[in-house]
């Protein structure tokens, strides 16, 4: 048998599994390699498995990580490390997918396989290890972080921490941290989160019940009113044993029974030009449900001065409408109706009667708009109106444009100070 021969029948037993390739013991391993319809012998301890992968896959340094970070490359950081170290802190930014997770979590997580994906452990061996995984799974661009966390840390990097929510809230807002969108991280959010709410009567009724039972941890709520009899047709807040009691006690008492995370701020009075900047001091949402032309003129000027949004609501009979005003990104109150309507052609509605339902509507999306704006997610009603009609049982939806002669938000605002509006009607 010639030496060809040899050489042949040789490969033909590597291929069927009779011989380890290094046993091919006249070949060089340069020869090999390059002759070998294999690329790689298949590694057989740890030790091999490290070596291979670290030829395979690329690393990165925790410098260029950083350098990324603030130049804000594109890029996905997972962090495939335990709970328990994740709690203790991790590089800001980054999507936790614990390495035991990673092949059932990871498509729902990062779905674009093209996606530039930086994992990264503790020390850089797990994070590997997760690379590989992620290559089988079809990601092309993966990357690893050597060293890994531990250096991070100790080079002093900046660091975010996760949440720390007690087991209860852990329990209570369950139904929200199962949500991708919401998440222990979106909990914490809401939890730091203040809303200002305009009146305790129709619609902030409903929209503070829904705020304060998702754990939005700061309700404002203005009003000068006491609760009466009238009022709890639609006013959820309040109940038949607090008649008499002013509505923001009334409410603070439904509120915190409610959901005890919540604080409430409670502001007794009516707002006008001179407490408008005191009570919307330290505020990131306002609701307002006061439907009287003074008041929106004034909510909307503070809201462009202080950017602000502003999720308005306001209901008539059966009909209702809601929109939400983000400052300079879209309209405001004034892009609409740069002045009010001269008090003698404002429409009455003091005696007008409402659907006690429909406040609970208009009320519920409000909350669901100041909910959004908190987590910063989904599309808010910016720019347009929703109007719903009860009778026909039917929504519009309206477009609305910023206008650049706004006297509010316009190039060339007009409009620099408070101004006080006579009063018209206020049925709440
Ligand atoms: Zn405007």
């Known amino acids: 048998m010639g030496q060809c021969e040899t050489v042949a029948l040789k490969y033909l037993a590597y291929f069927i599994g009779l011989f380890d390739a290094r046993s091919i013991s006249y070949l ?27 030829r395979q896959i ?28 994740w709690r203790l802190g991790y590089i800001p930014g980054a999507l936790h997918v614990p390495r035991g997770f990673l092949e059932i979590q990871i498509e729902q997580k990062v779905p674009d396989k093209n996606a530039k994906v930086v994992l990264y452990c503790a020390g850089g061996t797990r994070s590997l290890l997760a690379a590989k995984t992620l290559l089988d799974l079809g990601y092309s661009k993966v990357e690893s972080v050597n060293p890994g966390f531990v250096r991070w840390k100790d ?42 709410l305009l009146g305790a009567g129709g619609l902030g009724s409903p929209a503070a019940l829904y705020l304060a039972a998702a754990g939005v941890g700061t309700l404002g709520i203005v009003d000068g009113d006491v609760v009466d009899s009238s009022n709890l047709q639609r006013q959820i807040l309040h109940a038949t044993s607090r008649v008499g009691m002013p509505k923001v006690d009334s409410a603070e008492k439904a509120l915190t029974d409610l959901n005890p995370d919540v604080k409430v701020i409670k502001f007794e009075e009516r707002l006008d030009s001179s407490n408008v900047d005191r009570i919307f001091e330290g505020f990131d949402v306002v609701v307002d449900g006061c439907d009287n032309f003074p008041t929106r003129y004034l909510v909307n000027d503070a809201s462009v001065f202080k950017k602000k949004p502003v999720v308005h609501g306001s209901i008539f009979r059966f009909e209702g409408q809601v929109t939400t005003f983000v400052p300079f990104v879209g309209p405001c ?86 101004v006080d509006y006579e009063g018209f009607c206020n049925i709440g």
């Open 58 to 85: 690329a690393t990165v340094s925790l410098d260029e990580v950083k350098r990324r970070l603030e130049t804000k490359e594109p890029m996905v950081l997972v962090d495939v490390r335990e709970k328990d170290e």
């Open 28 to 54: 060089s391993d340069a020869t090999f390699l390059l002759t070998s319809p294999f690329e790689e012998p298949m590694p057989t301890t740890y030790t091999d498995l490290m070596a291979d992968l670290r």
């Open 333 to 418: 109150y004034r892009c609409l109706y740069p002045e009010p309507p001269p008090p003698h052609l404002a429409p009455s509605c003091q005696e007008a009667g409402v659907l006690g339902i429909l406040p609970g509507i208009i009320g519920v999306l409000q909350a669901t708009e100041a909910v959004k704006l908190l987590l910063g997610k989904g599309d808010t009603l910016a720019g347009r109106l929703l109007t719903y009609d009860s009778l026909r049982m039917r929504f519009r939806e309206l477009k609305l444009r910023r206008d650049k002669n706004c006297p509010a938000c316009g190039e060339n605002p007009t409009i620099t100070g408070y």
């Open 155 to 196: 080079l002093g990097f900046p660091m975010e921490h996760p949440p720390q929510l007690t087991e209860a809230q852990r329990e209570r807002y369950s139904r929200h941290i199962l949500l991708p969108e919401v998440g222990e991280v979106g909990q914490q959010k809401l939890l730091n989160g203040k809303v200002l």
